[in-house]
T-cell receptor, first 115, second 112 residues
């Protein structure tokens, strides 16, 4: 298994540009999520999905869109990039049980700089 | 609103020491608590997951405890090694599924 993969590893955008961060997992996990990590802060949840066709907002969803058309893929779209979105973005996945929780597997991250 | 705090923010110890990393959370209504390791420029690796009904979990030289009533968890690392140098993150699951709330981490350096 490749686990959780993310592309690209690095990206530089200009303010106002849009782009999609890709995330894929080959473990047949139901639950997938996106976090951002800023210096001196813990990871913060952007959006999550509990299965194909189902997404919901996390703590910091503004400026981001997601969709989940397949179990494997969970792309994150930046609609109009702003310097405040400069961050490291992590995708994670796990089996999903409503009453319990399972180990989350994280991708290697995408380092995004918005100029 | 759930808040997770990790103390200390950074720690430097000589090789061989036993050490304790601390994590506290403000709302005791959690489903689970997880400890992760993050190496520079890398993603997170799960170390231990403690369900809300459990008191501790062990893996090799690592032992994590959970005291929900006091809102605390500790990660104990025995006989530390230079390879343990990394940032250790604590995260709580406040509800169903895996919507984690993270602390800012403790950056650990173990020197020979």
């Amino acid at each position: 298994n490749a686990g959780v993969t993310q592309t690209p590893k690095f990206q530089v955008l200009k303010t106002g540009q849009s782009m999609t961060l890709q995330c894929a997992q080959d473990m047949n996990h139901e639950y997938m999520s996106w976090y951002r990590q800023d210096p001196g802060m813990g990871l913060r949840l952007i959006h999550y999905s509990v299965g194909a066709g189902i997404t919901d907002q996390g703590e910091v969803p503004n400026g981001y869109n997601v969709s989940r058309s397949t179990t494997e893929d969970f792309p994150l779209r930046l609609l109009s990039a702003a310097p405040s979105q400069t961050s490291v973005y992590f995708c994670a996945s796990s089996y999903s049980q409503r009453e319990m929780s399972d180990t989350q597997y994280f991708g290697p991250g995408t380092r995004l700089t918005v100029l | 609103k759930q808040e997770v705090t990790q103390i200390p923010a950074a720690l430097s110890v000589p090789e061989g020491e036993n050490l304790v990393l601390n994590c506290s959370f403000t709302d005791s209504a959690i489903y689970n608590l997880q400890w992760f390791r993050q190496d520079p420029g890398k993603g997170l690796t799960s170390l231990l997951l403690i369900q809300s009904s459990q008191r501790e979990q062990t893996s090799g030289r690592l032992n994590a405890s959970l005291d929900k009533s006091s809102g605390r968890s500790t990660l104990y690392i025995a006989a530390s090694q230079p390879g343990d140098s990394a940032t250790y993150l604590c995260a709580v699951g406040p509800g169903g599924y895996n919507k984690l709330i993270f602390g800012a981490g403790t950056r650990l350096a173990v020197h020979p």
